[in-house]
């Protein structure tokens, strides 16, 4: 497998193992991880961790468990077995949740990077008062990013706007990925916290998510070099 320190993750979000196969094969292990979600690894399970590690990839298992302690902790250390370079919680699951998982790969020895979600980046004030959360989207992803590091993890997803704040409460160290990177050619889409990939790093992240404006280019590894040339 190869080991890359980009900091690019590339986002397979494709119905099928045919499809993310297709795209992978355009990709190179050196310069860039992959992300696998829901959809993907609901459709194709293990046997998508499998092909994409054959083919050197390290892998990022973004499926946002949240459930009992116990649950989770048997989920995470499942994911880890499998090889996967990183994988997440809902930081919202709670302290004892998330400590559970920290510790079953601690005492499983198991090096996968455990990260939590704070606030995903489609939502805004509006939707946490849906919620019941009644504090500024800031506000709350910072308390959330305290919890998970106080929880042993190695990180958290956050967009890029408050990768500086974190950086400055949790250290360098704790990792920051960030979706909803949007280099200068390709359009918002659903995501409503965005930064460009300079940006984002400059503003404290250490790894972006980046998917349409690479998966769907014409030529993807034209568009990954692109986004490179924008972090140099």
Known sequence: MAVTESPLIIAL????LDAALCMADQLDPSRCRLKVG?????????AVLEALHGRGFEVFLDLKFHDIPNTVASAVEAAAEQGV???NLHASGGRAMMEAAAARLAQQRLTTHLIAVTVLTS?????????????????????????AKQSGLHGVVCSAQEATQLASLCGDEFLKVT???????????????????????QAGSTHL???RPVTQAEHPMDALKAIEQELV
Do not use: C, H
Request: no cysteine.
């Open 123 to 147: 939502m805004q004030v509006s939707d946490l008062e849906d919620v019941g959360v009644f504090s500024a989207v800031s506000d709350q992803v910072t308390r959330l990013a305290q919890l």
């Open 179 to 201: 979706p909803g990177i949007r280099p200068a050619f390709a359009a918002a889409n659903d995501q409503q916290r965005i930064m460009t990939p300079r940006d984002a790093m």
């Open 209 to 211: 998510v980046v998917g």
């Open 85 to 87: 370079w990183m994988v």
């Open 13 to 16: 979000d494709y119905p099928s």
């Open 38 to 46: 829901k959809e993907l690894f609901t459709r194709s399970g293990p």
